[in-house]
Nanobody, 122 residues
């Protein structure tokens, strides 16, 4: 079992920044892949970024590459998503996820956080 507790999020003007954090706990955390998905109203869940605990290889979607940075603290088992130059299309509920391997499909992640709202608007 893996537990995911998110913090951060909120509202920001376009071009602004926000930071999301996710505390990961439970069994076999070090063998997991963790990351973020997001879901905007009426849309499917979309891959944002992911990192493998064991290798720290990091993956980003094309829509956030260069603007978002995912960082991992292996000792604290926390994962942060620094989001810069935010755009209105980044508005969504962001979910912290954990799975057994890297994938860009939401179906491949077994564990999900409760979600946190990010709103980018003027």
């Amino acid at each position: 079992q893996v537990q995911l507790v998110e913090s951060g999020g909120g509202s920001v003007q376009p071009g602004g920044s926000l930071r999301l954090s996710c505390a990961v706990s439970g069994r076999t955390v070090s063998s997991r892949t963790v990351g973020w998905f997001r879901q905007s109203l009426g849309q499917e869940r979309e891959f944002v970024a992911a990192v493998m605990f064991i290798s720290t290889l990091t993956y980003y979607s094309d829509s956030v590459k260069g603007r978002f940075t995912l960082s991992l603290d292996n000792y604290k088992n926390t994962m942060d998503l620094q989001m810069n130059n935010l755009k209105p299309e980044d508005t969504a509920v962001y979910y912290c996820v954990a799975g057994n391997y890297y994938s860009r499909s939401a179906d491949d992640y077994e564990y999900w956080g409760q979600g946190t709202q990010v709103t980018v608007g003027s």
